[in-house]
């Protein structure tokens, strides 16, 4: 089946730790996104890349980075730089164009320990 | 720069009642594209429903229904004869069409909550 696959589903991390979360799309799409999800907030951007081997910042990209080799492949890798990591974290990925709309992953719930 | 508001937080309704989400946007390209996404408890957010700046048909689909208003840049959703299954956080999302880079801009969402 065409989709989007984030891994894993929970992390639990200790303070002080790099780690990174998996997304992997098999839709062919050029541009892959990952948002940041926390109460009462909405989705804002972290990353975005809109060709492989190229990103962009987004919003609130520091204490975060991406690599983007692969067409199919957009990890996020919190680092310890990151001063609040617990949330939920979503991978979406679109066709290039404004007219098109995003497919999401089902999200990593990220939590600090 | 874009902007989406949903000044709704959360709401709470009984199963059957009609229920309406209200979007509000912002921005100053004449070409631009309006979302609504439902992300139920599983958390992956499901795409629902595109409109671009020129067509303000409304749209129906079932008991989902869209009111699209240029004059006031809104884009709001109503939800007929709701059901436990539409509890959900719902976003309204925008992107342009100059620039380039073709980001969505999310709203915070709003929770609907249907009582059984």
């Known amino acids: 089946d065409g989709g989007i696959t984030q891994s894993p589903k929970y992390l639990f991390r200790k303070e002080g730790q790099n780690v990174t979360l998996s997304c992997e799309q098999n839709?062919?799409?050029?541009?892959m996104y990952w948002y940041r999800q926390d109460p009462g907030q909405g989705l804002r951007l972290i990353y975005y890349?809109?060709?492989?081997?190229?990103?962009q910042k987004g919003d609130i990209a520091e204490g975060y980075s991406v690599s983007r080799e692969k067409k199919e492949s957009f990890p996020l890798t919190v680092t310890s730089a990151q001063k609040n990591p617990t949330a939920f974290y979503l991978c979406?990925?679109?066709?290039?164009?404004?007219?098109?709309?995003?497919?999401f992953g089902q999200g990593t719930r990220l939590t600090v320990v | 720069a874009q902007k989406v508001t949903q000044a709704q937080t959360e709401i709470s309704v009984v199963e059957k009642e009609d229920v309406t989400l209200d979007c509000v946007y912002e921005t100053r390209d004449t070409t631009y594209y309006l979302f609504w996404y439902k992300q139920p408890p599983s958390g992956e957010l499901v795409f629902l429903i595109r409109r671009n700046s020129f067509d303000e048909q409304n749209e129906i689909s079932g008991r989902y229904s869209w009111n699209f208003q240029k004059s006031t840049s809104s884009f709001n959703f109503t939800i007929t004869a709701s059901q436990v299954v539409d509890s959900a956080v719902y976003f309204c999302a925008l992107t342009i069409q100059s620039g380039g880079s073709y980001i969505p801009t999310f709203g915070r969402g709003t929770s609907l909550i249907v009582h059984p």
């Open positions: 979406a990925s679109s066709m290039r164009g404004p007219h098109t709309e995003a497919f």
């Open positions: 890349s809109q060709i492989v081997n190229d990103f």
């Open positions: 839709l062919n799409h050029d541009a």
